[in-house]
């Protein structure tokens, strides 16, 4: 796709060939020859507002391996989610932000909510603001990545929202300790990040 982007001779993902890409991909994880790698590190990005046939492939593409990557089920996987609940409660966030960043293996998922916010608000002050920080970190930009990430994530994001929502000590008029101050910035981001990505989200 690089190449063709720039007109070399003889160079051009056709139908046939992505078919063939899939079909090799399929064969591979019928026969558990694929392991899970979440960052399919795509070298090359575009702005949303570039309409290219080049830019389009590229999506199509990513869109693919977004959605092999999310089928493909990994033990370590699940061993990432509960290091992470783990850092929360034991409030050494502040070493491990990383463990949030959009490249990262941690995928999360709706029942996932519950977890997290059950150990946010058992935190302190500057773990829960360090757990808010890198979730707006992780859907900061507005590129291929983040448009998978937050389609992928649509049930978390929102089951999360929802659980903040009705928690009334997060309520502005009610008096609260300063550790759930971030829980309420992260309320209001998830619920602008709603609106914003209302058709990915719902």
């Known amino acids: 796709m690089h190449l063709e982007s720039f007109n070399v001779e003889g160079v051009e993902v056709s139908k046939e060939i992505t078919e063939k890409f899939r079909d090799g991909v399929r064969k591979a994880v019928k026969n558990g020859k694929v392991k899970f790698v ?99 970190d992780r859907y900061a930009n507005e590129g291929t990545t983040i448009s998978h990430l937050l389609r992928n994530e649509r049930g978390f994001i929102l089951s999360l929202h929802q659980i903040l929502s009705n928690d009334e000590s997060l309520f502005l008029n009610n008096p609260k300790p300063l550790s759930r101050l971030p829980l309420v910035f992260l309320k209001d981001y998830l619920k602008n990040l709603i609106q914003k990505y209302s058709k990915i989200l719902n």
């Open 38 to 136: 979440y960052n399919f590190l795509f070298q090359f990005q575009w702005y949303k507002e570039d309409k290219s046939e080049y830019a389009k492939k590229f999506r199509s593409f990513a869109e693919y391996v977004n959605q092999l990557n999310d089928s493909i089920k990994d033990s370590d996987i699940i061993f990432d989610f509960e290091k992470l609940v783990k850092v929360l409660h034991n409030n050494d966030f502040d070493l491990n932000v990383n463990m949030l960043n959009s490249e990262s293996d941690i995928r999360f998922l709706k029942e996932d909510a519950e977890k997290i916010y059950d150990a946010l608000i058992k935190a302190n002050a500057k773990t829960s603001n360090n757990f808010y920080s890198s979730i707006m």
